[in-house]
């Protein structure tokens, strides 16, 4: 029986995700509150190339995004990589990038959950600090998991109505944004180029503002016919997202040409543009945007500890699905208590760091199964990477690129968690053996 096969027949959560729903997903986990900072970053480095850095990203991402969508579309159970990487390396390698992939989300939601609020406090100052700060924190994320809870139709319309919010300004200043613009002065001119280096490091910056959409391969095993729904999701909200950020840095840097000096670029474009009202338009699509990508959180993360849960590598306990509503339930519920604790107590921006080196890890591991899940499912149903073994070398190269960047304080935190991660597989095991 084919991987594909055993893993549809072994997944209890209905099937109720199409290529929009991934899309949804995809969108919501690279739009967050990157692409209201990173702006100026790029404009200081490039000037007026930096549109081009914002393209080449894209084209970067692009190159692994198609690695890990051939390999997405060969399985059909929940979990993304735990799922690859387990069946081309073994249990404990599946284990190891779940338990990372998952602390990883796991920062990444308090930290947004506690900008959230934070911006909030922009509007309602008490809401900043105190027993205030501890209500509006714990209404936020227990609304979110009632509604992932409830259903995955629910938390789908939940994430489909804030994508539509987060959008809205955005557009509002490209499209306003373009009347501003005078090709000639944009053009940059090929003496001004800079240095190489300066290309490097804007990059570093921008690809923030790209990361995210691997969190939609998680829940494959909710996903109806994924060896079409997951490429076709991806590549849309990739390409889609690549659209709007370029047009964004080009409007940006015609409506305010002291960009690279701005502390909030997108939030100075909508007073340049509409004043006081457009940096409120702005404020309140911050708040909306880190909104729609912790409630894509909220719905994919959960699944990776259902996942390891259910082939054994944690306790059967997180595997649990709701009788009535078919929902992790017990496995959102944990997501959510924690989330809530390090969002209220926990300093983690030192993780940050961390979270990224997680992913680009991830996406090598993911690219450097492709040879054994080639030779070991060669009939399975899926997506094809074109032009042979280039667009996989080429991306791994990309990330190991991107690796170099990374301090070593980051490396040896990771190594540490990754230990500690060992330690809970271990003793997991032992207690299902005994």
């Known amino acids: 029986m084919k991987e594909a096969e055993v893993h549809e027949n072994r997944e209890p959560l209905p099937r109720q995700l199409t290529a929009w729903g991934i899309w949804l997903l995809a969108v919501n986990s690279m739009i967050g509150a990157g692409i209201f900072g990173v702006p100026a970053g790029a404009a200081a480095l490039t000037g007026p190339w930096s549109p081009l850095v914002f393209l080449g ?48 989300r796991l920062t990444a939601f308090a930290a947004n959950v506690n900008l959230l609020v934070a911006t909030l406090a922009f509007f309602w100052p008490a809401a900043g600090s105190g027993v205030l700060r501890l209500v509006l924190l714990a209404l936020v994320i227990g609304a979110l998991a009632i509604v992932n809870i409830i259903g995955i139709r629910q938390a789908m ?88 950020y370029v047009l964004l840095q080009v409007v940006a840097l015609a409506v305010l040409p002291e960009l690279g000096d701005s502390e909030a670029p997108l ?36 699944r990776l500890t259902y996942a390891l849960g259910r082939e054994g590598s944690l306790p059967a306990w997180f595997a649990m699905v709701h009788p009535a509503y078919q929902t992790p339930s017990r496995s959102i519920i944990v997501f959510a208590v924690l989330g809530f604790l390090l969002a209220a107590y926990g300093s983690f921006i030192w993780l940050a760091a961390m979270s990224s080196l997680v992913r680009v890890g991830i996406y090598m591991a993911c690219i450097a199964a492709m040879p054994r899940l080639r030779k070991r499912f060669p009939e399975a149903e899926g997506y094809r990477v074109p032009l042979g073994w280039t667009v996989p070398i080429s991306a791994f190269l990309v990330c190991g690129i991107l690796l170099s960047q990374v301090e070593w304080l980051s490396l040896a935190v990771t190594l540490v968690v990754l230990l500690i991660g060992a330690a809970i597989y271990a003793w997991t095991r032992s207690r299902r053996s005994a």
Do not use: H
């Open 57 to 104: 990203c894209g084209l970067l991402l692009a190159a692994v995004l198609l690695c890990l969508a051939e390999v997405a579309s060969r399985f059909r159970g929940t979990g993304g990589p735990i799922v690859y990487l387990r069946a081309a390396f073994g249990p404990f390698a599946g284990f190891q990038a779940g338990w990372a992939f998952y602390l990883a």
């Open 157 to 244: 319309r939940t994430i489909g109505v804030l994508t539509v919010l987060k959008f809205l300004p955005l557009l509002i200043l490209v499209g306003a944004g373009l009347a501003w613009i005078d090709p000639g002065a944009l053009l940059p001119e090929r003496s001004a180029l800079p240095p190489v280096v300066d290309f490097g490091t804007a990059a570093l910056i921008v690809i923030y503002a790209f990361v995210g959409w691997e969190n939609a391969l998680v829940p494959a095993g909710e996903t109806k016919n994924p060896a079409r729904a997951m490429p076709r999701g991806l590549f849309w909200a990739l390409g889609l997202v690549t659209l709007l």
């Open 267 to 302: 939030v100075d474009v909508g007073a340049a543009l509409f004043g006081t009202a457009g940096a409120l338009l702005i404020t309140i699509g911050v708040i909306v945007s880190v909104g729609g990508n912790v409630a894509g959180a909220m719905f994919t993360a959960p």
